[in-house]
């Protein structure tokens, strides 16, 4: 009888399964047998099923919130909450382009504990347990949806003299910061806490500045998942950030 393999820990977890489903999703590209809103649709489709299957196998008792999966149960009284984006920039995926991620998080108590982001058109897996620390001289670049900016990005860009540099998903923008090719993100459009919460959680552990636009702590597994603003940042500015977006522009 085969002796069963180690268990791995949250953080070795999640990177494995952001790898694993970062595969999977570049399999589904493979040729372009599958093009358009049908490539974004199977692997939304497929990741998921991946995922929760890994999760059920090696963390059964865990709650879990993801993106492709009914919110049921009472995921926001549990201790542990795995949150998951299985595809992070659909629309970018199904274009053909680089900028989309794979999320996976564990909070426990609504805090992210273990995070792992992969960018897999990039050959890309960000961890928080290992994640270099963010330094270096600044950049004078912010990271902007590919649509352009939102109020408050716009207010940042303009009172810091920033150039806005336009990127695809969530976790694309949020590893820009991590790697130091820009010095924030800012979002006051709207998400959802699986947009943002495995991004957050590497940003944390890389030394970055992570909280709402006005400054509060960012809390994960609310009854209501929506998450309205939030900003990463590196620490020398976050101040002048928060300044920025909290006064009249």
């Known amino acids: 009888m085969r002796p069963s393999p180690p268990a791995m820990s949250d953080a070795e977890l999640a990177a494995a399964i952001a790898e694993g489903a970062g595969e999977i999703l570049l399999g589904i590209r493979h040729r372009d047998l599958l093009t358009g809103p049908l490539v974004g649709d199977v692997g939304d489709a497929l990741a998921q099923a991946w995922i929760s299957t890994v999760l059920r196998r090696h963390r059964g008792r865990d709650a879990v919130l993801s993106e ?8 926001s009284r ?3 909450v ?3 984006d299985p595809l992070d920039g659909t629309s970018e995926f199904a274009m053909g382009t680089s900028d989309w991620a794979v999320h996976v998080a564990l909070t426990v108590d609504g805090t992210p504990t273990a995070a792992a982001v992969s960018l897999p058109a990039k050959n890309e897996v960000f961890r928080s347990d290992d994640v270099p620390a963010t330094h270096g001289p600044l950049t004078g670049r912010l990271a902007a949806s ?3 900016h939102s109020y408050h990005s ?7 003299g920033m150039d806005a540099i336009r990127i695809g998903s969530a ?9 130091g090719d820009v010095d924030a993100y800012v979002h ?6 699986w947009d943002n919460c495995a991004p957050v959680g590497v940003a ?4 970055l500045h992570c909280s709402r636009l006005d400054g509060r702590p960012i809390v994960y597994n609310n009854p209501q998942p929506y998450m309205p603003d939030f900003v990463i940042c590196r620490t020398e500015i976050a101040d002048a950030v928060l300044e920025a977006v909290a006064t009249p522009w």
């Open 154 to 160: 716009a207010a940042v860009a303009d009172r810091l």
């Open 204 to 207: 944390l552990a890389a030394g």
């Open 188 to 193: 006051s459009g709207g998400q959802y806490e």
């Open 146 to 148: 590919r649509y352009g």
């Open 68 to 75: 492709e999966a009914e919110d049921v149960g009472d995921r």
């Open 82 to 84: 795995w949150i998951i």
């Open 171 to 179: 976790g694309a923008k949020a590893m820009a910061v991590v790697r």
């Open 78 to 80: 549990a201790e542990r």
